[in-house]
């Protein structure tokens, strides 16, 4: 065989690949957080790009994100410096990222995918408005209206969109405006669930940004981040390591922190109480973007070669891990920025410390089992540590259990009766909110010494 | 609780005033979605006082009562007003799903109103769920529960989670336990019924959704939640919303009714002094030859069209 050239075949994408395929893949949560993720990034780079690690002192304070959801429109409004004219021009609105242009630096925008994306995602009539500042020291500003219906229609081979003249916004910053939403965006930004569990998530997924003073405000309501803390004490210390790692040449800082986040619960049966163990498991962070969060399936490792599948028992543990790079690529992000690249080295060789440090507490948790009211003695003393706070430490300190000493034969009881007459009895006792669990033994002990009184 | 108050207890004069709010609405409702032999669901115990109207108001041909406990279930066929009001027996989260197989039931709008003497339960929302879901286009269904705060944990501290636990996601993560006194609860309670059926809608891309349309609070001795909303199909959905927006709706009150326990004789003397534009003040009330606290006059002033009217028969 020669290799002589027939003909080529035509590959280049076409618009309606970009509009209704690329979109497929992410869901409208993770849209709205790729545009916060540029405000963010212009933020960080106005306050001069500096690391998001724990230690780190960037005040973000005077930064505003403001997003309005209804079931009319998406509007996204920054005061975080907005893009200049001539990134607009020649980055900002290609699809993917154009070689030579570097990523932000200790950015989370890399792909140069996650705007159009989230545009085309909301809706059909969108506009891009920027207010900024250049050397000259003059405000200036533009604006990118996209008719997607009508950009699609064009016969005009050209992917460009036009850029018009706009008036100054108040502050230098980026205003996302989409109109005419799609049937999915209108159903969801008007539901009040959704609206609810995005608050959630980005109290969570920003958490590190937040608590740097980040203003994040939802349909006017400011969200606080989430705060991530650790149970210590004496005998219960988090590890925390760090370390230097290397991707395809480039330097990754590692920061991993784990331990008992809240006691296990005491029975592994499973409980009324749905999504009691949501906190719980592994988290990650690509320079400060929570990007897995209460991880319990094989992304962290759960289920994978020597670290079991995870297991009601294992409730109370959380780990995270952050990684910090200058060149953004390097990370191990993947392009929705909702789980981890699996393929990346540096993942791969903190996966090793996630694991040893996860089996540490799964046996824990086992010898736990023979040990129950010893452990439940040392666990209540454990006081809550902020994150930040928990010092450095190469493996983590879980109390040693007493010998088992041989326990009376036990009878297991269970029973059912009506929701209605449960949740009476469990306000009658003290806490509607009890467990079916706690409101059984309480009512056997309340029974035993009325009627059978001191053994 | 002085003796007044308790004379007409049977007379509950603020959920008069709601029922007939709300049957005010539903006719009005109806008229506009020309609504096609629609089938009334409620719980009708044994005074059926919901179903006279349904069938008086608004013309309603076909009924449906669930009835729960066995004695009650013959009695109520027993009271039942009309030959056209089934009577079934059961408790709802049975009987509605069997009600919502039904082919005879399913071909055509329901007006439904679940008027519950409990709290906000595991069981209520189960029931609002199943509606949402599964009840025909064009429906307009109803939830009244009680809204006492005990009900929601005995310290306002342990209500947040409780609310958690009832409606899930909607309550959000920040509310506090002072949100969850006496006197701010109810509003909350009523905010979260409307956003979870409109949830339960919106999460399963209902066709039309969900449109909130009666939210009012009220109390003569218990305070009582009644929520509420139309379930249009995707051509009605904008004539709902638009007709919603109009000042003439009434279903959501501002404030919660309270409405004072009158004997007939001053009813019947207030009323002559209606209407009037400037409204009727203490003075006139003490220039009739009697007295009343300022708060009743107001509401008694508002709802003077809707305060029952009825109570000779009760003598
Ligand atoms: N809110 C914003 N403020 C400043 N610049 C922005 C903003 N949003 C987008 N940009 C610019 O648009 C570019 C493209 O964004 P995007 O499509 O999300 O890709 P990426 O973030 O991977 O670069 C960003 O790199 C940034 O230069
Ligand atoms: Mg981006």
Redesign the interface.
Known sequence: MNNQKLDSANASPTKEFFVNMITKDISLEDSILDLIDNSIDAAKHSSGSQPMTLGSQIDLSQYTISIKLSSNSFIIVDNCGGMTLDNAIKHAFSFGRKPGIEPEQYGIGVYGIGMKRAAFKLGRDITVRSTYVEGNRIRQSFKVPIDVEEWLKSKIQSWDFDIVEAEDMEENGVEIQVRNLTSAAK??L?????V??L??ML?RDYSLYLNKGLNLIVNGERI?GLHLEFAGSEEFVPMRISYNGLQNGDEIFVEMIGGMAAPPPDSTEPDE?QNSDKRFGWYIACNGRIVLAADKTEVSGWGTTNWPQWHRQYAGFMGIVLFSAYNTAALPLTTTKRSVDLTSDVYKTAQVKMRDLTKEWINYTNERKQALDAAKEKEARAKAIPIQQVENRESIALPKLPAVKPVERPANVQYSVP??RM?RLA?EL????LPYREVGLRSFEYTYEDLVGEE | MPSFDVINYGLRPSKSIQRQLVFNGIHSLQALMKLDMPLYVGLGSVSFTDFSLAHRLLQIRDMVSIESKKIGYRRAKFNSPYATIKVLYGVTEKVLPELLDCSEAINRPWILWLDYDCEFCEDVRDDIRLIIERVPENSIVLFTFNGNEMRYGRKPAQRPERLQTLFEDVVPDSLSANACKKGKIEVNLANFAINFMKATAANMSRPGGFVPAFNILYSDSASMITVGGVLPNNSLVDTVNDFLQSCAWECCPSEPIIAPNLTVKEALALQSLLPNGAGISKNDVRNLGFDLEEEHVRVYEKYYREYPTYAQVLI
């Open positions: 159903n969801a008007a539901n009040p669930a959704f609810q569990n608050r959630r109290a606080s109480k929701v209605k949740k306000g003290g806490n509607i909110n």
